[in-house]
């Protein structure tokens, strides 16, 4: 079985500083279809907006921040367990820092606990553990994390679920006549020097944190499609269809 890593961001699973739950449900059943043809690792953003619904203080304050993903991770786990219960899927939770990444024996612990949960049809939720690390532990966005998880797990594909179709030449929220990159076998220059533009109260990415995971993937022969998660038909006939409609590949 091929094996993927669905990366979702809190602009897809954030409404109005709170989880969207409906959004949240129709990836749950795209993942329940995706299961009988790949394993599937889910990356998932949006513990700091489930936290802040319990939790209303400033979350520009780092300690603040912190506090709000703490108590935010048990509400996004039982909110998607309720999903998955109806698809009886099991699932766990895996929190990680750039820190796992160091060195092989440490990667070595969480390759082996989610082939472990892989082998048992059990799926992994991956969020970043942003409780008790420092800045510099940090990878500070889902993008690279899940790009990493990708590669450590072998994984075919990348799938990163955005508020957009895909990576455009231009911002398109301030360019109406920005284009959408189809397949691009690497960036354009300079794309990685643009500024970051994350487009939603809790996100921490933007465009250049995707392009940065979609580099190093690209550099060690491993793909990523980025495509809308509103509208999840793009990556659901991209991956069980095998047709490309929207969203950029990097190949
Ligand atoms: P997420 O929460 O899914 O990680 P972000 O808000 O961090 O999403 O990043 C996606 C946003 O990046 C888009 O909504 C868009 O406003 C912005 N953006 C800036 N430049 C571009 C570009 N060239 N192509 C696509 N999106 C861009």
């Known amino acids: 079985m091929k094996r993927i ?24 059943n795209l993942i329940a279809k995706l299961r009988k043809k790949y394993e599937v690792i889910l990356v998932s953003s949006g513990a700091v907006a489930a936290g802040y619904s319990a939790l209303r203080i400033d979350k520009s304050k780092q300690i603040s921040k912190k506090a709000i993903a703490a108590a935010g991770q ?57 409780i008790s690390s420092t800045p510099e532990q940090l990878f500070g966005d889902n993008d690279q994390l899940s ?47 643009d500024k970051a533009t994350p487009n939603n109260p809790f996100a921490t990415g933007g465009i250049v944190t995707k392009l940065k995971a979609a580099d190093f993937l690209m550099k060690r022969g491993k793909k990523m499609l980025l495509t809308n998660g509103f509208n999840l038909s793009a ?17």
């Open 5 to 28: 890593v669905i990366k979702v961001g809190s602009a897809v699973l954030t409404q109005d500083n709170e989880i969207a739950k409906e959004r949240m449900l129709n990836l749950v």
């Open 147 to 193: 790009a990493n998880v990708a590669h450590a797990v072998d994984a075919d594909f990348l799938i990163v679920l955005s508020d957009i179709d895909g990576y455009y030449d231009k911002n398109p929220s301030e360019h109406k006549d920005a284009k959408l990159y189809k397949v691009l076998t690497e960036l354009p220059e300079g794309a990685l020097e």
């Open 235 to 251: 990556a659901e006939s991209f991956l069980l269809e095998k047709k490309h409609t929207l969203g950029t590949l990097f190949a």
């Open 74 to 130: 048990p509400i996004l786990m039982s909110s998607y367990k309720k999903k998955f219960d109806i698809f009886a899927i099991d699932t766990a939770q895996i929190l990680l820092t750039e820190d796992d990444f160091d060195s092989r024996k440490r990667t070595k612990i969480f390759q082996e606990i989610i082939n472990t949960h892989l082998e048992n049809r059990i799926l992994p939720i991956v969020n970043e553990n942003d």
